[in-house]
Every structure is written in structure tokens, then in C-alpha cells.
């Protein structure tokens, strides 16, 4: 079974960077397509970026393009979201997500999940 564990989450001023981690444990599959979501208060999870393993493709909420950047490596088994020029309106709890194959933008598309950062912008 594999488990997914974020971390780097915080509190920054807006214009400021934060990294966060999705590290996958137990046995993983190379198949396997990582997701980062994120759920302000009030509001539905959404899809911010997703990324297949292999090949290497990558998706992206138009709210974060050109702002934040996906990456993963693979001897790590860790996904990463760069996230550059923060907005108040980013902040929410980030979660990672997985599913196999294909890069989907729905939360239901995803059977493993993170226990979730929380990000927070201030202005």
C-alpha cells in the first residue's frame, strides 16, 4: 500500500516562495500519477498541478501557471510544488494525491491521498 506524506508547509508574505514535499512510501508503481490539490475554508478541493511519472507530463490549474512548478524525482519517490510568487488567495491546505496512470483534475479521480499542509499567505 503506499502512503503519501507532505511537508513544507507554512506562513509567508505574499510575493514570498514556499516548497512542498510529497514523499511516497511503501511500494510504489512507476506508472503511478501525482497530483497536488488544495482546499481553502468554505470552498471545494481543487486541482492545482499534476505531474504522470513516466513519461514526464506535467498540468496546471490556470491560477498557478507560471507560478508554481512541479517536479518529481524518481530515486526518491518524491513529488515536489515549487511555489513562487504567493497570493493571499493560495492559501488553503495542499494535499498530494495519486492514482495510476493518467493526470486527472477531479479529487474522486484519486485513491491515495496525503494528510494535507497548510499553506498561508499573508498580505
Known amino acids: 500500500q503506499v502512503q503519501l506524506v507532505e511537508s513544507g508547509g507554512g506562513l509567508v508574505q505574499a510575493g514570498g516562495s514556499l516548497r512542498l514535499s510529497c514523499a511516497a512510501s511503501?511500494?510504489?508503481?512507476?506508472?503511478?500519477?501525482m497530483a497536488w490539490f488544495r482546499q481553502a475554508p468554505g470552498k471545494e478541493r481543487e486541482f492545482v498541478t499534476g505531474i504522470r511519472w513516466t513519461p514526464d507530463s506535467t498540468s496546471y490549474a490556470d491560477s498557478v501557471k507560471g507560478r508554481f512548478a512541479i517536479s518529481r524525482d524518481n530515486a526518491k519517490n518524491t513529488v515536489y510544488l515549487q511555489m513562487n510568487r504567493l497570493k493571499p488567495e493560495d492559501t488553503a491546505v495542499y494535499y498530494c494525491a495519486a492514482r495510476p496512470a493518467v493526470v486527472v483534475t477531479v479529487p474522486r479521480g484519486y485513491n491515495l491521498w496525503g494528510q494535507g499542509t497548510q499553506v498561508t499567505v499573508s498580505s
Open positions: 511503501g511500494r510504489t508503481a512507476s506508472n503511478y500519477a
